[in-house]
């Protein structure tokens, strides 16, 4: 960290792949110290991409003041003081292992890996840093809607009781034509899984954060519903079908899943990307003795509140708009009913970040709730390989924020 006068000291960010999420996350890194008062000012240090010139314009597009091509490069510079992953997951782990092996703090994307053995690798250097001050955080961005934090806190408060049922669907619909190329998302060597890495993931987050436990077994269903695709860079969609190459679709489609929390609740969670007319749908209703809760992310100012206890003939769930200044991250935006987007959740990311690295406290969600996640997929996994058997998740979580 690197003291300027009269100003919080900086915090050097560097950032590797600035496509989707590289984009987001700058918008974060742009605007977080201009809404939040933070003991830390990020400065927008360096980017990393393959190509020179590509990631040169997206420096100078999105504020970056250097571009590197190898990641390596970027974690050695002494002006990096955290490295923001934003790649497909078949390069988290060897970045963050090495970034945190070389003294700094990592914001890893999710899925946090590929695989069960590739986060545990993870959440070890993570542990091992943090005796020396650094901080491992995963972009679980969803936590950080202010209805979703809202919910949250209403239930930890205990305001649906013991709870009975968590449901969560995320469902998208751009994979319905089956002319729709083979990307990375498509390729298990890269992506891990499909829907279930990508979408699954936040519904897992989700379902354990709001309970505020983790899943113990599950008993899923995944489908591969167009199994050839396109090959990307071959004869244009136009091409009449048969001279179009394609290859093998080597993850699901769609994962479906029921679920136990230690408290006893059921959670079901489904993940699609086959939903035709659902764009970025993630949804969850919680019902507990006293009350529900419901969010829609395609409505993320509202959330529906149910009290139990109210009178019978009138009561039903309330529409409350999550924008008054008591509620989350919103005393430092706009007046109420002025609403926030989807890339707030960004700002909102950089913001507890740089806080828990100002403080030197354990952020969540940490690797070790990124790790808890990727056990869940990989049991998730397992069972739909033995048509849906019950399996337990192997627990192991060392989050002292979990019960
Ligand atoms: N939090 C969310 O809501 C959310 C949404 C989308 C994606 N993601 C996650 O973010 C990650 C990236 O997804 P995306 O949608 O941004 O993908 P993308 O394909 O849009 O971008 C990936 C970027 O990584 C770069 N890249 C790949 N390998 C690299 C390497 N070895 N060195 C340097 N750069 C490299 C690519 O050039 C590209 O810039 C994935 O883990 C994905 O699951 C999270």
Not at 159 to 184: E, F, K, S
């Amino acid at each position: 960290m690197h003291h300027t006068d009269g100003h919080a000291p900086e915090l050097g960010v560097g950032m590797v792949g600035y496509a989707f999420m590289g984009q987001a996350h700058s918008q974060g890194w742009r605007t977080v110290s201009h809404v939040f008062d933070l003991p830390l000012r990020p400065v927008l240090a360096a980017i990393c991409g393959r190509e020179p010139s590509a990631v040169r314009a997206a420096a100078d597009r999105h504020g970056w003041a250097a571009a590197e091509t190898d990641w390596r490069d970027l974690v050695a510079r002494d002006d990096v003081h955290l490295v923001d992953i934003c790649t497909p997951g078949d390069s988290h782990a060897q970045i963050a292992i090495a970034a945190l092996e070389a003294g700094k703090h990592v914001l890893c994307e999710k899925p946090l890996a590929n695989s069960v053995a590739e986060a545990e690798a993870m959440a070890a250097a993570a542990r091992a840093a943090r005796s020396r001050g650094q901080v491992a955080m995963v972009g679980f961005n969803y936590r950080r809607v202010p209805a979703v934090t809202r919910a949250r806190h209403l239930i930890a408060e205990g305001r649906l009781g013991t709870l009975r049922h968590v449901r969560v669907a995320y469902l998208q619909d751009w994979l319905v034509d089956p002319d729709v190329p083979l990307t990375w998302r498509l390729r298990r060597e890269r992506a891990g899984s499909g829907a279930l890495g990508d979408l699954g993931a936040h519904a897992v987050d989700l379902a354990q954060y709001l309970a505020g436990e983790p899943l113990l077994g599950v008993s899923a269903l995944t489908e591969t519903f167009v199994r050839q695709r396109p090959l990307p860079g071959h004869p244009a969609p136009s091409s009449p079908p048969a001279q179009v190459a394609r290859g093998p679709v080597t993850v699901d489609d769609a994962a479906v899943f029921a679920g136990r929390l230690a408290s006893g609740a059921l959670v079901s969670v489904e993940a699609s990307r086959m939903a035709a007319g659902r764009k970025n749908a993630l949804r969850f209703e919680v019902s507990g003795e006293l009350g529900s809760l419901a969010f829609d992310l395609e409505r993320l100012n509202e959330l529906l509140v149910h009290d139990h206890r109210a009178p019978g003939a009138d009561s039903g769930f309330t529409r409350v708009v999550v924008t008054e200044p008591e509620h989350p991250y919103l005393q430092a935006w706009w007046p109420p009913g002025h609403a926030l987007g989807y890339e707030h959740t960004f700002t909102h990311q950089a913001r507890d970040l740089v806080t828990a690295i100002a403080r030197g406290t354990e952020p969540s969600p940490s690797f070790a709730d990124g790790l808890q996640v990727q056990r869940v997929l990989a049991a998730v996994q397992d069972s739909a390989a033995r048509n849906a058997v019950y399996t337990p998740v192997p627990s192991g979580s060392t989050d002292p924020d979990r019960p």
